[in-house]
């Protein structure tokens, strides 16, 4: 069974760029994961899915700011021109027998 | 554009059920799944299960086994979680998802309270 696991807070200031990491359990270097953003007392939103050759596929008006990126089992996430609304809270999630998510980093733009 | 809507906020007793909806509009109902998610206050995601809308195949998480059914229907485009037997600890809202290995439209989401 995939854990994924991510680093509870982070932080950038407005304009700035910050890259999230998702990391996968040993022995699961091939996972893909999936990006979600969920901003305050608001569902979830879709960002993108990050495939493990660093391939993306991008969800519906998802801006350019949003890009991802793979490395070994690491998949992350880069957010450039951070802007307020960016301040939310941010999952990854894999799939396989069962659907993971990771615990979530909470990103605050300062 | 692909939208999916959940029913409304419940408040339920300790041991009572609850039968949450959420109806699918602009794509093919059956060439997609449905997932269920909930959040607890404050807490993170939690994966509840899955339902093929094709043919009604499902997969439920281990700790809700017995507890929980989804079900579909496609004359209505409409998924269905069901849970029984609530506890305090299952207030959260829920979310609906659609899905074939990633989710990439979600719900609005069903606050669902259990006090007594």
């Known amino acids: 069974q995939v854990v994924l696991t991510q680093s509870p807070s982070a932080s950038a200031s407005l304009g700035a760029s910050v890259k999230l990491t998702c990391t996968l359990s040993s022995g699961h270097s091939t996972y893909g994961i999936a990006w979600h953003q969920q901003q305050p007392e608001k569902a979830p939103r879709y960002l993108m899915k990050v495939n493990s050759d660093g391939s993306l596929n991008k969800g519906d008006g998802i801006p350019d700011r949003f890009s991802g990126s793979s490395s070994g089992t690491e998949r992350y996430l880069t957010i450039s021109s951070l802007q307020s609304d960016d301040e939310a809270d941010y999952y990854c999630?894999?799939?396989?027998?069962?659907?993971?998510f990771g615990g979530g980093t909470k990103l605050t733009v300062l | 554009q692909v939208q999916l809507v959940q029913s409304g906020a419940e408040v339920k007793k300790p041991g009572a059920s609850v039968k949450v909806s959420c109806k699918a509009s602009g794509y093919t109902f059956t060439s997609y799944g449905i997932s269920w998610v909930r959040q607890a206050p404050g807490q993170g995601l939690e994966w509840m299960g899955w339902?093929?809308?094709?043919?009604?195949?499902?997969n439920y998480a281990q700790k809700l086994q017995g507890r929980v059914t989804m079900t579909t229907d496609t004359s209505t485009s409409t998924a269905y979680m069901e849970l029984r037997s609530l506890r305090s600890d299952d207030t959260a809202v829920y979310y609906c998802a659609r899905s074939k290995n990633y989710f990439d439209y979600w719900g609005q989401g069903t606050l669902v309270t259990v006090s007594s």
């Open positions: 999630q894999a799939w396989g027998a069962l659907v993971v």
């Open positions: 339902i093929s809308a094709y043919n009604g195949n499902t």
